[in-house]
């Protein structure tokens, strides 16, 4: 998607050694781009190439998350012209230049997620400030059907839980759906909850890769294809396991907090980069955790 937008553009673009080199020494051309799937690297990519091509570009089928309406926000505050954020269609109006600018990102929805699971599945109870329960609409009215209590706070939002959660069925889709970042918690949450749940991943071909080592803590889970069956069991054991990426390696972290004994997680640095200070803050809650280097 990525390169293919470029090219679209008048770029050219090659994979060299497993590095992609692309160039457009005569620049870049509006034109009508339209994704077979709503990517965000994508659409953001495109859309940032576009702001300084000659001539109109469209985007159809364009990824809607607030973090591509933010990238374009900042953009326009720059002085590109972009039209439709938000929706699935971009129009973006080349412009000649941009100038400097003031922008504050928006919060990351996927973190203030990864920690409403933490609270729900410690029976815990968390206020996370700074961030936007409007951007997580679909998956905090999950964390309701597991059980939590859900509070808006003047900052941010509170999450509460006091009870075993109940298993949860969950879809992942582009926004406005349910988010793939938040998959493997939805995954480990259900490996304690009460009952049987059906995950169905439907972005990313990947994110079951974690789930053998869900296994090695005595998680129930049984995948076929795009679907992973879950039986809940009351306690997950202790075991070594392995990060393959952010998102698996936060989930196991938190698996580690409701499992009998000590879990070692390998590859911390996959969670280091999604999750700044990740130990010290899981601390500063309660939780034990240390790093081994």
Same mark, same amino acid.
């Given at each position: 998607?990525?390169?293919?937008?470029?090219?679209?553009?008048?770029?050219?673009?090659r994979?060299?050694?497993?590095?992609?080199i692309?160039?457009?020494?005569?620049?870049?051309?509006?034109?009508?781009?339209?994704?077979?799937?709503?990517?965000?690297?994508?659409?953001?990519?495109?859309?940032?190439?576009?702001?300084?091509?000659?001539?109109?570009t469209?985007?159809?089928?364009?990824?809607?998350?607030?973090?591509?309406?933010?990238?374009? *926000?900042? @953009?326009?505050?720059? #002085? +590109? %012209? /972009?039209?439709?954020? &938000?929706?699935?269609?971009?129009?973006?109006?080349?412009?000649?230049?941009?100038?400097?600018?003031?922008?504050?990102?928006?919060?990351?929805?996927?973190?203030?997620?990864?920690?409403?699971?933490?609270?729900?599945?410690?029976?815990?109870?968390?206020?996370?400030?700074?961030?936007?329960?409007?951007?997580?609409?679909?998956?905090?009215?999950?964390l309701?059907?597991a059980?939590?209590?859900?509070?808006?706070?003047?900052?941010?939002?509170r999450?509460?839980?006091?009870?075993r959660?109940?298993?949860?069925?969950v879809?992942?889709?582009?926004?406005?759906?349910?988010?793939?970042?938040?998959?493997?918690f939805?995954?480990?949450l259900?490996?304690?909850a009460?009952g049987?749940?059906?995950?169905?991943?439907?972005?990313?071909?990947?994110?079951?890769?974690f789930? *053998?080592? @869900?296994?090695?803590? #005595? +998680? %129930? /889970?049984?995948?076929? &294809?795009?679907?992973?069956?879950?039986?809940?069991?009351?306690?997950?054991?202790?075991?070594?396991?392995?990060?393959?990426?952010?998102?698996?390696?936060?989930?196991?972290?938190?698996?580690?907090?409701?499992a009998?004994?000590?879990?070692?997680?390998?590859?911390?640095?996959?969670?280091d980069?999604?999750?700044p200070?990740?130990?010290?803050?899981?601390?500063?809650?309660?939780?034990?955790?240390?790093?081994?280097?």
């Open positions: 998607f990525h390169t293919q937008g470029l090219v679209d553009l008048g770029a050219t673009a994979n060299e050694h497993g590095y992609i692309a160039q457009a020494p005569h620049g870049l051309t509006g034109a009508h781009i339209e994704l077979e799937f709503p990517s965000v690297g994508a659409t953001e990519n495109i859309m940032t190439a576009a702001t300084l091509a000659r001539g109109v469209t985007i159809d089928n364009a990824a809607r998350e607030p973090d591509v309406v933010d990238v374009g *926000n900042f @953009l326009n505050a720059m #002085g +590109a %012209q /972009i039209e439709g954020l &938000g929706t699935p269609t971009l129009t973006i109006r080349g412009v000649a230049a941009l100038h400097p600018a003031d922008h504050s990102a928006i919060p990351d929805r996927i973190v203030t997620g990864t920690w409403a699971f933490a609270a729900a599945m410690t029976q815990g109870d968390i206020a996370i400030h700074g961030a936007r329960p409007h951007d997580l609409e679909l998956p905090l009215e999950k309701v059907s059980g939590a209590v859900i509070t808006t706070i003047p900052d941010g939002v999450v509460t839980m006091s009870r959660p109940s298993a949860i069925d879809s992942t889709l582009p926004y406005p759906g349910f988010p793939t970042d938040l998959q493997p939805v995954i480990t259900n490996s304690i009460d049987n749940a059906l995950v169905t991943e439907n972005v990313f071909e990947g994110r079951f890769m789930v *053998n080592e @869900l296994v090695r803590l #005595g +998680a %129930q /889970i049984r995948v076929d &294809g795009h679907h992973a069956a879950i039986t809940g069991v009351s306690r997950l054991s202790s075991a070594p396991v392995v990060a393959s990426d952010i998102r698996a390696g936060a989930g196991l972290v938190l698996a580690g907090l409701v009998e004994g000590t879990t070692f997680v390998e590859g911390a640095y996959h969670v980069r999604g999750y200070k990740f130990a010290e803050q899981l601390t500063a809650l309660g939780a034990r955790v240390s790093r081994v280097d």
